[in-house]
């Protein structure tokens, strides 16, 4: 069974920074595709940005150019640093990996406001 747990979400002005963080159980980290997700309140839960195990990166378009997704095999960990955050980013984060299987972490709140 795969465990994912998310960390790093919290409080945020309007243009400020968050780095989160995503530790993710087993041995097969390098064949897992890797993605974050979030959910606002009242909407469904939208792709952000992916990290396959081919090293190759997708964003979505309202997150390019302010966030990045990193990955660190050595550590087992993925990463999503957001810079120049929005109000419309205000949701909960979830951290997702896809290989013979689909595990999600419980996510972890992002709030941005002035």
């Known amino acids: 069974q795969v465990q994912l747990v998310e960390s790093g979400g919290g409080f945020v002005h309007p243009g400020g920074s968050l780095r989160l963080s995503c530790a993710v159980s087993g041995s097969i980290f390098s064949l897992y595709d890797m993605g974050w997700y979030r959910q606002a309140p009242g909407k469904q839960r939208e792709l952000v940005a992916t990290?396959?195990?081919?090293?190759?990166?997708y964003y979505a378009e309202s997150v390019k150019g302010r966030f990045i997704i990193s990955r660190d095999h050595a550590k087992n960990m993925v990463y999503l640093q957001m810079n120049n955050l929005k109000s419309e980013d205000t949701a909960v984060y979830y951290c997702?990996?896809?290989?013979?299987?689909?595990?999600w972490g419980q996510g972890t709140q992002v709030t941005v406001s002035s």
């Open positions: 990290h396959s195990s081919g090293a190759s990166t």
């Open positions: 997702r990996a896809t290989w013979r299987g689909d595990y």
